[in-house]
Structures are given as structure tokens and as C-alpha cells.
């Protein structure tokens, strides 16, 4: 069995060196404060993204510059698949795999609103990707659908045909894709804990941290969302969330939900978790929307916490290809963020709340 510098010593030297060329927090800072996405676009003319600005000068729609930022993102994965030990190979495949999920999500979405909600947006199909990601989808097919029969039919090979079969008709009775999407997350995950679970004991005990802060982020996020819009029992809600998460257990879930003050709950749960961060629910929110926008920013610190754990430890592990992950994909975020922003002429002060 390869030793762990034998299996990470390459990707170790080349992910460090590819880490140390992320936009810094100044560059976003600039482009928070430039008058326009024209600006914006302008000040990335010396980075990575500079081909931004010819998509969006060429097309005029933004939306067709976010498609780049995700093609640049999938092929990111690709490009560091091919220096990885075999042992590391199928990780990478699953978190690839989230890509094509959405993608998939997308076209379905397309296809509920012209076929169940009576409502077509011709423009929509153009933000799919038709080129194949894991699977050779014919993505078309889905968009323009007749029924979800059919959309199986299409994803026949593939793990999503399952997944169609079973809630199509709870989507046609409901008038809601809610269920199939949970159920397209639940797969995704339950896949990334398999490939975890693959990993020799070091690398799996970092990856189960790492991805199970991921998924205690993403149920709280869930929480706050179904206690908000969704009038769901309980159960419902706890057959919803994704198993595995690394600190949050059933019972802070059920407080989590119950709870007129999420941000108190949340205060026990940190202060257990990540006692650095009580200070900032010390915060006074003056309403709902400031205490959203204060359990992000806490909820991006533990992340942001945990990546620098990996990055100041034992270098020759897992963890480094998963922490450069997440800071690309939240370098990627923040200009998104920006961009759409500038689009719909936020504030200096709202852009800066949402990065």
C-alpha cells in the first residue's frame, strides 16, 4: 500500500502553490466598491477570470458569464483528477458528481414549470450544460420532456433514472419538486460517505470532518429555510436534512427548528463546537434578515476554521484536496456574488454583508 507522501506529496506541493494565487480579501474588496459590472469586470482583467469580460461584453447577459465561472469550476476538478493516487481518484469523482446533480436538477426545473406549472421561459435552457460532466446525458431530452416517464427513459445507466421513478408521481400529486430534489441530495451525499468510507483511517477521519462540517452547514442552512417558508412537520423535516453531519445531532436539530431565537440555539451549538466564535452571537440582529445574514457569516467562519486546521496540519493528506476545493469554490462564489450584485445595483454596504 503507498505511504502517504508517496500519495500526496506531488498534489501537496502543486494544490499549495495554486492556493497562494486565490484572489486575496483586497480584490474583493475593490470589486465591492467598483460603480459597475462593467468595473468589476474590468479589475479582473489580471486574474484568472479576465475571459469574464469578453463572454459578458460579447453577449451582454450575465448569467451567460456565471456558465463560465461553472465550466471553469468542473474543469478545475478535472484538471486535478489527473495528479491524484488512485486512492483519492473516487473522492474527486463524487464531489465531480454534484456538478451534473445540478445540472440535472436545472433541466428538470425547466421542464416542471412549462409541463406541471404552466409557465415557459424559452431563455432558461440556454444556462443548461449539455456537454457531459459524469454521464453522457443528452440534456436536451430532459428539458423538452413530455413527462417524467420519459426524463427516466433519458437518464437510463445512470443512478438519477432511480431517483425519477420514484418521486415523479409525488411531484405530480405535490405540485413540488421538493421531494426528488431532497432525494437527489440525499444520493449525493450518501455516495461522498461511500467514497469516504474507502479511505485509509487517517484520510477518512479528516474527510469525515471536513464534509460532515459541510453537511452540519448545509442542514442548518435547510433548518432555517423550511422554519421560514416551509410549514413542515417535525419528522418531515428531519427525513429531509442529509445524515452525517459532524457536531449537529438530532436533538440540536429539533431545538434548531422549534426555536423562536435561532440564534440562541445556535449560541450552545457553537459555543460546544467552536468556542472562538461565541463572541460573534454576541451580536445584536435588529431583525430577521441581519440574523440570517449574522448565521452565515458564523457558519462560513467554522468552515473557514476547518480548512485552516487541514492547511496548518500533517500536510500528505486527503485534506488538502478537499480544502482547495472549498476555497476555490468560495473564491468562485464571491465573484458571482459580486457580479450579480453590481447587476442589480446592490449597495457597497449589502454586497459587503453578502460576502
Not at 424559452?122 to 430532459?142: G, T
Not at 445584536?284 to 487541514?310: F, H
Request: neutral net charge; contains cysteine.
Amino acid at each position: 500500500m503507498a505511504g502517504a507522501l508517496t500519495k500526496y506529496s506531488f498534489i501537496n506541493a502543486k494544490l499549495r502553490a495554486r492556493i497562494s494565487k486565490i484572489l486575496p480579501d483586497e480584490v474583493f474588496r475593490q470589486l465591492a466598491q467598483a460603480g459597475s459590472v462593467d468595473a468589476a469586470l474590468a479589475l479582473l482583467r489580471e486574474t484568472p477570470f479576465a475571459h469574464l469580460e469578453g463572454v459578458y461584453n460579447t453577449s451582454g447577459d450575465l448569467r451567460l458569464a456565471e456558465l463560465e465561472l461553472l465550466k471553469s469550476e468542473i474543469e478545475l476538478y478535472r484538471n486535478i483528477r489527473r495528479y491524484l493516487h488512485e486512492s483519492s481518484i473516487r473522492l474527486v469523482d463524487v464531489l465531480l458528481s454534484q456538478f451534473e446533480i445540478d445540472n440535472v436538477k436545472n433541466a428538470i426545473r425547466i421542464y416542471f414549470d412549462r409541463k406541471v406549472r404552466g409557465r415557459t421561459d424559452e431563455s432558461a435552457a440556454h444556462y443548461i450544460l449539455y456537454e457531459p460532466i459524469v454521464h453522457a446525458l443528452p440534456m436536451d431530452l430532459i428539458v423538452n420532456a413530455q413527462s417524467f416517464e420519459e426524463i427516466a427513459g433519458v437518464c437510463r445507466g445512470t443512478p438519477y433514472r432511480t431517483i425519477v421513478e420514484k418521486y415523479g408521481p409525488v411531484v405530480e400529486a405535490e405540485s413540488s419538486l421538493f421531494r426528488m430534489e431532497v432525494g437527489f441530495d440525499h444520493h449525493y451525499y450518501g455516495q461522498l460517505r461511500a467514497a469516504i468510507e474507502e479511505l485509509n483511517r487517517e484520510d477518512r477521519e479528516i474527510a469525515i470532518r471536513l464534509i460532515g462540517v459541510e453537511i452540519d452547514l448545509l442542514n442548518i442552512s435547510w433548518i432555517i429555510r423550511f422554519q421560514r417558508f416551509y410549514d413542515l412537520p417535525l419528522e418531515a423535516v428531519l427525513a429531509a436534512l442529509i445524515p452525517g453531519g459532524f457536531h449537529l445531532k438530532r436533538g440540536t436539530i429539533e431545538e434548531l427548528y422549534q426555536a423562536q431565537n435561532v440564534a440562541s440555539v445556535l449560541q450552545n451549538f457553537v459555543v460546544g463546537a467552536y468556542p472562538g466564535l461565541s463572541a460573534l452571537l454576541a451580536s445584536q440582529a435588529s431583525d430577521s434578515t441581519s440574523r440570517l445574514i449574522l448565521i452565515r457569516r458564523i457558519l462560513e467562519e467554522i468552515r473557514r476554521q476547518e480548512v485552516q486546521r487541514i492547511l496548518a496540519g500533517y500536510p500528505f493528506t486527503v485534506g488538502i484536496i478537499l480544502a482547495y476545493f472549498l476555497l476555490k469554490s468560495d473564491e468562485l462564489k464571491k465573484v458571482r456574488t459580486i457580479l450579480n450584485a453590481k447587476h442589480l445595483g446592490r449597495s457597497l454596504e449589502g454586497i459587503e454583508s453578502m460576502l
